[in-house]
């Protein structure tokens, strides 16, 4: 999972000069901060982002432990 969603797609506000927000749910970028559940439940970025961290939990469940025993447990 990404800390941060900063890739989606942004457009300007014009009633604000520097002002951006996102480009599907129409929520600003100061509201939304980097985080996918600021954006609009119905929101296609948010839709797909979820989609893929779904797959991803699905696709490598334990990669890190696959039979390595111990390796350097740093923290
Ligand atoms: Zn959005």
Known sequence: ?????IDYPQEKIEEHQHAYRCAYCKIPTT???????????DCTYRTQQSKWV????KL???????????A???D
């Open 1 to 5: 999972m990404k800390p941060f969603y």
């Open 31 to 41: 509201v939304i901060f980097g985080l996918l559940e600021n954006h609009a439940e």
């Open 54 to 57: 779904q797959l991803e939990a």
């Open 60 to 70: 490598k469940p334990h990669s890190e432990h696959f039979d390595e025993p111990h």
């Open 72 to 74: 350097d447990e740093v």
